[in-house]
Structure formats: C-alpha cells, structure tokens
C-alpha cells in the first residue's frame, strides 16, 4: 500500500465521561480508499468517523487529515472540515432553506465563492443525483431517499478530499435505500476516498476496499471484504457476521 | 390541529344563507341539550351586552358640556372629545401638537411598510435610523423648530417611542445575551446568567427608580442625561432580559444535528448561528416574543412613577380637571382601546408572519 496515508490515527483514545468509548486506535485510510466500518450498535464506530472531523473530540493520541493535525487550533479544524464531507443517519438538511440554498450556502461563506458560481456548481451536483427538478423545494417536501441524495450532493459541492457516511440508510424505508447506493457506488467508482459506517454488507462486498469490524471501542478485525465475509479471522466477528446475515 | 389548504367543496356550493343556517344547526342546534345551552348562553350575551351598548352607543353624551353630560343616563363621550389631545399628546404645547402627530403618522407608515418581510433588508434599518433622526428633531425641536423638552413629551407618542424603540433595540440585544448563555466560554456565560437573572428578578419600577434617582448620583457634578432616555435605557435593559430568555427557548428547540452539519460544512460558529440556527430559533420565538412585546407595551405605563406623561397618565390627569370629574369609566375605557388596538394589531401580525415564516414543512401544512 501507498505509504502517504490521507488519515491517520495513532494510539488514539477518546471518553465519554467514565466511558472508554475508543480504545487506542491505530487506523490508516490511503488516498483514494473505500472503507466500510461495521459492527455491533455502540463499538464506538459512528464516534470513530466522527472524531475525524472532530464533531467528537479524542482525549489522546494523534489525528492526522491530509497532513493536518487535529487538535483544538480552529483554523486547522475549519481547514479539515471544509475537506472533509459528511452525510449523517438523519441527513441534517436545513429546513428553512431551499434546496439550492442548502447546497450553496457552505460555499459561498466557507470557500467565499459568488452566488452565481455556487449555484450552478450546487445545480451540477444536483444533476449527479438525480434531483435537479427539485431544486427550489424545501428539504421537508422530499422523501427520505430524496432528501439523503441532497445531504450527499450538499458535502459534494465543498469539493471534499474524503466523505464520511454515518449509517446512510439506516433511517430509510427499504424502497429509498437503493437509490442512495447508487448515488455512494457512483462516488467510488470515481475515487474519491470514503469511510462508511453501514450494514449494507452487499455494499460492502461491492465497493470496500477494506472492512473495519469493530467491537467494545476496538478494531478487531481489518480484511478485504471477500475475505472477511467469506472467512472472519476473529470470534467476535463470526458472531457479529452470523447475526446480520441470518 | 393541522389544517391543509385544500377548500372545501361543499361550502362554496351553498348560498350564504343556507350555510349558514347548516353551520348552526351542527355547531349550535345538534341536540335538544346543546339547544336548551345555546339559547340559554345567547340570552345571556344579549342580557349583558345591551345595556353596555345602550350606555357607550345609544345614550351616550357625544357633544355638550358637563353639565349634559350629568344629564344624560349614557356614556360622557364629550368627555373624550374634550380632553382628546391631551390624553394624546400629554402636556406637549398645543400650538406644536402637529409635530408629535406628523411624528406618529410617519412611524405607522413605515411600521405599514417594514411589515413585508420580503422588504427587510440594510435599507429598511437605514430608513428607521433616518426616522429615529427625524422624529428626534421634530418631537425636541431644532433646524427652525421651538424646543421642547422631553419631559413635556407625553401621551401616546411617549407610550409608543418608549415601547417601539424598547422592544426593537431590545431584541438583538436578547440574542446576543442568549447566545451568551448557550456560550461555552465560562466568563460570557455567567456573565450573561447574572446579568439575565438580576434584571429579571428585580421589578420593572425598582430599575426605572434607579435610572431616575440613584444613576444620576454617580454622575460627575454639571454633567445630566435626559431623563426619557435614561428611562428608556432602562426599559432596554429590562426587556432584553425577557427577550434572552425567551430567544434561548428557540435555540433550545434546535435539533444538535443542525450544528453539526454546519460543522461538518465548515462554516465557523458566526455563519452557524446567522445562517442556520438564528433564522429557524426566531421563527419558532414568535409567539413568545410577541407576548413578551405586548407586556412589555402595557408595562411602559409604570413610566408614571418617575413623572414621564405616557399615555395612562394623561388619561389619569385628565380625569383630575375639577369641571369634569366622575367619568373616570369613559377615560380609561379610551385609554383601553388604544392599548387594546395596539396589542391586538401586534398579536394578529405575529400570527401572520408565522403563517407566511412557515415553509417548507411538510406540504406546506399550517399549524395554528
């Protein structure tokens, strides 16, 4: 593998008040790679991607996104956060804002680009998503699917370095999950560098590069997905694999 | 209850008449026990209501002197036509009175116009600012105007400066303080907390008796400050107070997800709050900062105890005239209205701007 990893953590620990939350960490994500974070509800996974954009403060160890250093410096973390893109379980959109509004609002205050240039960049990325026609609605006009698609599009029109998905679907009816994927595949197959945290295993088989299985604040186990579908090195993640695929 | 914009297929089919005769049957005639309680309820409307109206409309004294007024069994609205421009314009000199007139009736055009929330904007502030100028000079005079000292202000000019510009200065004031509070900085915070708490738990009169009494004692010997600002700095300073808290209800109603993806966006805690959090914590304050608004109005009268004219007290002065004593029910129904009208146009606004504010929501329900 590349040695210029794009995220790096190192013996990294995080609390919740008396709760030790993330269990020393080492963790490298590479330009350009797909990772797929699961297992059981309360590993730390979601505080996990989380922390690399600093939404959740790490109480020790060592952060480091596209060479920058987290720690409580505002300007290295308002550097981070306009690179790295987030999509949330409830999708946060902006109630009060249109559509467009949503999507161009973060450029033009953060990267102080014209309204005119946002606009047509926001109406782009709403084309990728299929979803330019309703560009002048209000987020609680749109569907659950619709509305993550926008979420999507929103992170994308920072221009990020590395998107971060926090359970994507999981707030979704079944119907509306495919056309989210499909908008995710789409985002891989042109390279950008993402880490999901989901249970969309045939997501994973598709495009991961990597899956990280976590346990009780820990990594346990890291392996290709064939691999660790197919053949999970660890006890816990055997059972983990046997409870979700049934 | 929600409500959909969706009309009513029926309604419109049915002459007026007619829906309304079927809007009383259902609501008021569906059973024999709800008739026996509407009619019983209806005479007892027209029992209590009649004589009221026979006394202010019917056998009201409209033109005359006190003595017609003693005469006649109704309402001494002569009264009101007498001392009309003083319960108005306070003690303000007659011959000038069109200043405070000219004064008032711009304010209720530019109030007219600022209405539109589609016209706010840095202009409409800029106009205000101009006005406060301009109505500064016409009421205390200047560029060829006689001066006239404020403490010969009064009426309702007075009740509506002290209020108007009390509530509108107040309000960004109250968001900074909210804001304050929400802060994690320890120092703004418990400097917000104390300032919150001392101001609200301490009476209205007892910080007006400060800014007239106590706060000139600490000034320099020679040096004085108009008495009706130091009055309104002191309702500023009261209702900001309010104001905090009922702006830190909204911002407590704001879902934690909303400060995350504007962190997550990048956007610094400024942009946050102006473009995210502000806009939809005020929508939902309306309600309560319109109530605290009409209070605050109806609190303005307590300006009395430092000898300021607002317009409770001319009404008050009013009635002490020795030719016309005893229509003290006349007088301070008048006053009553005008305050009533003043609250109710503000209430009905806020209920229109919620409606109008109220977008976006699912298929533009409305929830009244």
Same mark, same amino acid.
């Given at each position: 593998?590349?040695?210029?990893?794009?995220?790096?953590?190192?013996?990294?620990?995080?609390?919740?008040?008396?709760?030790?939350?993330?269990?020393?960490?080492?963790?490298?994500?590479?330009?350009?790679?797909?990772?797929?974070?699961?297992?059981?509800?309360?590993?730390?996974?979601?505080?996990?991607?989380?922390?690399?954009?600093?939404?959740?403060?790490?109480?020790?160890?060592?952060?480091?996104?596209?060479?920058?250093?987290?720690?409580?410096?505002?300007?290295?973390?308002?550097?981070?956060?306009?690179?790295?893109?987030?999509?949330?379980?409830?999708?946060?959109?902006?109630?009060? %804002?249109?559509?467009?509004?949503?999507? #161009? *609002?973060? @450029?033009?205050? /953060?990267?102080?680009?014209?309204?005119?240039?946002? !606009?047509?960049?926001?109406?782009?990325?709403?084309?990728?998503?299929?979803?330019?026609?309703?560009?002048?609605?209000?987020?609680?006009?749109?569907?659950?699917?619709?509305?993550?698609?926008?979420?999507?599009?929103?992170?994308?029109?920072?221009?990020?370095?590395?998107? %971060?998905?926090?359970?994507?679907?999981? #707030? *979704?009816? @079944?119907?509306? /999950?495919?056309?989210?994927?499909?908008?995710?595949? !789409?985002?891989?197959?042109?390279?950008?560098?993402?880490?999901?945290?989901?249970?969309?295993?045939?997501?994973?088989?598709?495009?991961?590069?990597?899956?990280?299985?976590?346990?009780?604040?820990?990594?346990?186990?890291?392996?290709?997905?064939?691999?660790?579908?197919?053949?999970?090195?660890?006890?816990?993640?055997?059972?983990?694999?046997?409870?979700?695929?049934? | 209850?929600?409500?959909?914009?969706?009309?009513?297929?029926?309604?419109?089919?049915?002459?007026?008449?007619?829906?309304?005769?079927?809007?009383?049957?259902?609501?008021?005639?569906?059973?024999?026990?709800?008739?026996?309680?509407?009619?019983?309820?209806?005479?007892?409307?027209?029992?209590?209501?009649?004589?009221?109206?026979?006394?202010?409309?019917?056998?009201?004294?409209?033109?005359?002197?006190?003595?017609?007024?003693?005469?006649?069994?109704?309402?001494?609205?002569?009264?009101?036509?007498?001392?009309?421009?003083?319960?108005?314009?306070?003690?303000?000199?007659?011959?000038?009175?069109?200043?405070?007139?000219?004064?008032?009736?711009?304010?209720?055009?530019?109030?007219?116009?600022?209405?539109?929330?589609?016209?706010?904007?840095?202009?409409?502030?800029?106009?205000?600012?101009?006005?406060?100028?301009?109505?500064?000079?016409?009421?205390?005079?200047?560029?060829?105007?006689?001066?006239?000292?404020?403490?010969?202000?009064?009426?309702?000019?007075?009740?509506?400066?002290?209020?108007?510009?009390?509530?509108?200065?107040?309000?960004?004031?109250?968001?900074?303080?909210?804001?304050?509070?929400?802060?994690?900085?320890?120092?703004?915070?418990?400097?917000?907390?104390?300032?919150?708490?001392?101001?609200?738990?301490?009476?209205?009169?007892?910080?007006?008796?400060?800014?007239?009494?106590?706060?000139?004692?600490?000034?320099?010997?020679?040096?004085?400050?108009?008495?009706?600002?130091?009055?309104?700095?002191?309702?500023?300073?009261?209702?900001?107070?309010?104001?905090?808290?009922?702006?830190?209800?909204?911002?407590?109603?704001?879902?934690?997800?909303?400060?995350?993806?504007?962190?997550?966006?990048?956007?610094?805690?400024?942009?946050?709050?102006?473009?995210?959090?502000?806009?939809?914590?005020?929508?939902?304050?309306?309600?309560?900062?319109?109530?605290?608004?009409?209070?605050?109005?109806?609190?303005?009268?307590?300006?009395?105890?430092?000898?300021?004219?607002?317009?409770?007290?001319?009404?008050?002065?009013?009635?002490?005239?020795?030719?016309?004593?005893?229509?003290?029910?006349?007088?301070?129904?008048?006053?009553?209205?005008?305050?009533?009208?003043?609250?109710?146009?503000?209430?009905?606004?806020?209920?229109?701007?919620?409606?109008?504010?109220?977008?976006?929501?699912?298929?533009?329900?409305?929830?009244?």
């Amino acid at each position: 593998m590349s040695t210029n990893p794009i995220i790096e953590m190192k013996d990294m620990n995080k609390w919740f008040d008396d709760f030790h939350v993330l269990k020393n960490i080492n963790f490298q994500v590479n330009n350009g790679e797909k990772i797929v974070i699961c297992g059981p509800s309360g590993s730390g996974k979601s505080t996990l991607i989380r922390c690399i954009n600093r939404l959740e403060v790490h109480q020790n160890g060592k952060i480091i996104v596209d060479g920058t250093e987290l720690t409580n410096n505002l300007k290295h973390i308002e550097k981070i956060r306009a690179e790295v893109g987030m999509c949330f379980q409830h999708f946060n959109l902006f109630p009060h %804002l249109s559509i467009v509004d949503n999507l #161009a *609002l973060a @450029p033009m205050w /953060v990267r102080k680009e014209s309204k005119k240039e946002a !606009s047509e960049r926001a109406m782009h990325f709403l084309e990728k998503v299929k979803i330019a026609d309703q560009a002048l609605k209000y987020p609680g006009q749109l569907s659950g699917g619709q509305q993550q698609r926008v979420a999507i599009a929103r992170a994308l029109c920072m221009k990020p370095k590395i998107m %971060l998905f926090d359970e994507p679907t999981s #707030a *979704l009816d @079944p119907e509306m /999950v495919k056309e989210v994927l499909d908008v995710m595949v !789409s985002l891989a197959e042109e390279g950008m560098t993402m880490l999901c945290v989901t249970h969309e295993m045939g997501f994973a088989r598709q495009v991961a590069d990597r899956v990280v299985f976590m346990d009780d604040g820990q990594i346990v186990e890291e392996a290709k997905p064939d691999e660790f579908f197919d053949n999970p090195q660890h006890e816990r993640s055997k059972e983990f694999l046997s409870q979700i695929l049934h | 209850m929600v409500y959909k914009f969706t009309k009513n297929p029926e309604k419109r089919t049915l002459p007026r008449m007619e829906a309304m005769a079927k809007w009383m049957k259902k609501n008021l005639f569906s059973t024999k026990g709800n008739t026996v309680l509407s009619l019983f309820l209806i005479a007892g409307l027209i029992k209590i209501f009649t004589p009221i109206f026979t006394w202010l409309f019917i056998d009201a004294t409209w033109i005359g002197d006190a003595a017609a007024c003693r005469e006649g069994s109704g309402a001494c609205l002569a009264f009101i036509n007498e001392k009309f421009t003083y319960i108005i314009f306070g003690p303000y000199p007659r011959e000038e009175i069109w200043r405070p007139a000219l004064t008032m009736v711009l304010m209720f055009a530019l109030l007219w116009w600022s209405k539109e929330p589609s016209r706010w904007s840095k202009k409409l502030v800029k106009w205000w600012a101009g006005f406060v100028v301009l109505g500064w000079i016409l009421m205390s005079g200047g560029l060829g105007l006689a001066p006239v000292k404020s403490t010969s202000w009064g009426g309702l000019p007075l009740t509506l400066v002290l209020s108007f510009v009390g509530i509108f200065i107040s309000y960004p004031f109250g968001i900074a303080l909210a804001l304050g509070r929400r802060s994690q900085m320890p120092f703004i915070k418990s400097m917000c907390v104390i300032y919150i708490e001392l101001i609200r738990g301490v009476p209205m009169i007892s910080l007006l008796f400060m800014s007239s009494v106590m706060f000139p004692l600490f000034l320099p010997e020679g040096v004085s400050i108009d008495k009706l600002l130091r009055a309104q700095v002191a309702i500023i300073m009261f209702i900001s107070a309010y104001m905090a808290e009922v702006v830190r209800g909204g911002l407590a109603a704001i879902p934690k997800g909303q400060y995350e993806a504007a962190d997550a966006l990048g956007l610094n805690y400024f942009q946050t709050m102006r473009f995210i959090i502000l806009p939809q914590a005020l929508k939902i304050v309306i309600p309560p900062s319109v109530n605290t608004a009409i209070g605050m109005l109806k609190d303005t009268s307590l300006v009395i105890i430092i000898a300021l004219f607002d317009l409770l007290s001319t009404t008050k002065a009013s009635l002490k005239d020795p030719e016309w004593l005893g229509f003290s029910v006349e007088g301070y129904l008048f006053a009553a209205f005008i305050y009533f009208i003043l609250c109710f146009s503000m209430g009905k606004y806020a209920r229109r701007l919620e409606v109008e504010f109220h977008r976006g929501h699912k298929n533009r329900e409305v929830n009244i």
